[in-house]
């Protein structure tokens, strides 16, 4: 199976900041990398595929970029509704594997 | 639009079975793939597998191969999850989740733009 990690596992920022979450693969999985975003009590919610595109309706200040086994997500600007735990999850094999998640707490 | 809609809460008893539903609206039911996604109180996500609701096909995962049994309805456009021999580690929320592409496979683009409400599952004795 391939192993999703994210780092961190949590972090703590202001209304405005520049947030990055990475997730490496446990080998190369191409471009094929998800990301969402979980509030408490919901389900996720897809906010990019494919590394880098964005889920329409999604704010712009989500980014994702890279390829191979490192992927990024980007928040440029962040604002509270921002307030979430973020998942990546490879596409490219079977068993679809997510990683362990990073939650983002506003102070 | 699309909507997800699964059916309500659970409770089982140890070694017991559970069969979730999920009622699909909104798009050509059997044009896109349906997967099962489950997430335990306070822990990450874990994919459970897939079902082609044209064909019936089903893929699941290792971890679940066994116990695990995906089925469908096209007069309902509803599919289902079954789980057996159920353990106390089986609680959790599980979701449906549909892909965005659609009319077969998408190898790589397996991506789930849209979620049922979740099913909580509670396995205790």
């Known amino acids: 199976d391939v192993q999703m990690t994210q780092s961190p596992s949590s972090l703590s920022t202001s209304v405005g900041d520049r947030v990055t979450i990475t997730c490496r693969a446990s080998q190369r999985i191409d471009i094929f990398l998800n990301w969402y975003q979980q509030k408490p009590g919901k389900a996720p919610k897809l906010l990019i595929y494919?590394?880098?595109r964005l889920q329409s309706g999604v704010p712009s200040r989500f980014s994702g970029s890279g390829s191979g086994r490192d992927f990024t997500l980007t928040i440029s600007s962040v604002q509270p509704e921002d307030s979430a735990t973020y998942y990546c999850?490879?596409?490219?094999?079977?068993?679809?594997?997510f990683g362990g998640g990073t939650k983002v707490e506003i102070k | 639009q699309v909507l997800l809609e699964q059916s309500g809460a659970e409770v089982r008893k140890p070694g017991a079975s559970v069969k979730i539903s999920c009622k699909a609206s909104?798009?050509?039911?059997?044009?896109?793939?349906m997967h099962w996604v489950r997430q335990a109180p306070g822990r990450g996500l874990e994919w459970m597998g897939t079902i082609d609701p044209s064909g019936g096909s089903t893929t699941y995962a290792q971890n679940f191969q066994g116990r695990v049994t995906m089925t469908r309805d096209t007069s309902t456009s509803t599919v289902y999850m079954e789980l057996s021999s159920l353990r106390s580690e089986d609680t959790s929320v599980y979701y449906c989740a549909r892909v965005d592409c659609s009319n077969g496979p998408c190898p790589g683009l397996e991506y789930f733009q849209h979620w049922g409400q979740g099913t909580l599952v509670t396995v205790s004795s």
């Open positions: 909104g798009y050509t039911f059997i044009n896109h793939y």
């Open positions: 999850q490879q596409s490219n094999i079977t068993p679809f594997t």
């Open positions: 494919a590394a880098s």
